[in-house]
């Protein structure tokens, strides 16, 4: 079983950055694609960014690319979320997500375990 905690959250004015992290259990982290997904109020979670097993692979949606930069530390099993820039639309409870095997890593079903989420606030 894997727990993840995800941290760093708050309220900031547009154009204002936030650091979220993710802290996880487990001896495997390092094994694990890791992914940060979004959901806004009457929305469907979306993902956000993903980083390979070893930190070589990301991946970014568009609508924050540039501007959020995920990383990770495999001796501390943890998994970052610079966001920059931030915008209203940017709203959300962020959830951090563990993948155990590689595959599909572009959509929820992919990945098998879930922080409880961390609200990030964007005022204009």
């Known amino acids: 079983q894997v727990q993840l905690v995800e941290s760093g959250g708050g309220l900031v004015q547009a154009g204002g950055s936030l650091r979220l992290s993710c802290a996880a259990s487990?001896?495997?982290?390092?094994?694990?694609?890791m992914g940060w997904f979004r959901q806004a109020p009457e929305k469907e979670r979306e993902l956000v960014s993903t980083?390979?097993?070893?930190?070589?692979?990301?991946y970014y949606a568009d609508s924050v690319k540039g501007r959020f930069t995920i990383s990770r530390d495999n001796a501390k099993n943890t998994v970052d979320l610079q966001m920059n820039s931030l915008k209203p639309e940017d709203t959300a409870v962020y959830y951090c997500?563990?993948?155990?095997?590689?595959?599909?890593?572009?959509?929820?079903?992919?990945?098998?375990?879930w922080g409880q989420g961390t609200q990030v606030t964007v005022s204009s």
């Open positions: 980083i390979s097993w070893s930190g070589d692979t990301t």
């Open positions: 487990g001896r495997a982290f390092s094994t694990y694609t």
């Open positions: 997500a563990a993948a155990t095997v590689y595959g599909g890593i572009y959509s929820l079903d992919g990945y098998d375990y």
